[in-house]
Nanobody, 125 residues
Framework: QVLLVESGGGLVQAGGSLRLSCAAS????????MGWYRQAPGKLRELVAT???????NYADSVKGRFTISRDNAKNAVYLQMNSLKPEDTAVYYC???????????????????WGQGTLVTVSS
């Protein structure tokens, strides 16, 4: 069984910073893309940022210049540094990863999309 466990959420004032962490555990031989998504009350889940295994990044327009995604492949972990937080950043933040769970012949593998349980970020005005 593969699990993603997030940490680092909490309550912060507008303009403040938080750093979210997410670590994958279980029988893993590789991880492709990792990312962060968020879901605010009454809204659909939306992409915040993603990072490939080659550390190419992608950000939602609403967080560009304020959030930074990074990863540590040795720890099977992904991070989200959030600066200049705004009340509209309030949401449950979810970690997501494409996790390799079985090696197959010729260098390929079987991958599973895994989600974390979510961590709440609340930004007060």
């Amino acid at each position: 069984q593969v699990l993603l466990v997030e940490s680092g959420g909490g309550l912060v004032q507008a303009g403040g910073s938080l750093r979210l962490s997410c670590a994958a555990s279980g029988s893993i031989f590789s991880i492709k893309a990792m990312g962060w998504y968020r879901q605010a009350p009454g809204k659909l889940r939306e992409l915040v940022a993603t990072i490939t295994s080659g550390v190419s990044t992608n950000y939602a327009d609403s967080v560009k210049g304020r959030f930074t995604i990074s990863r540590d492949n040795a720890k099977n972990a992904v991070y989200l540094q959030m600066n200049s937080l705004k009340p509209e950043d309030t949401a449950v933040y979810y970690c997501n990863a494409d996790v390799g769970i079985e090696r197959l012949p010729y260098g390929s593998g079987r991958y599973l999309e895994v989600w974390g349980q979510g961590t709440l970020v609340t930004v007060s005005s």
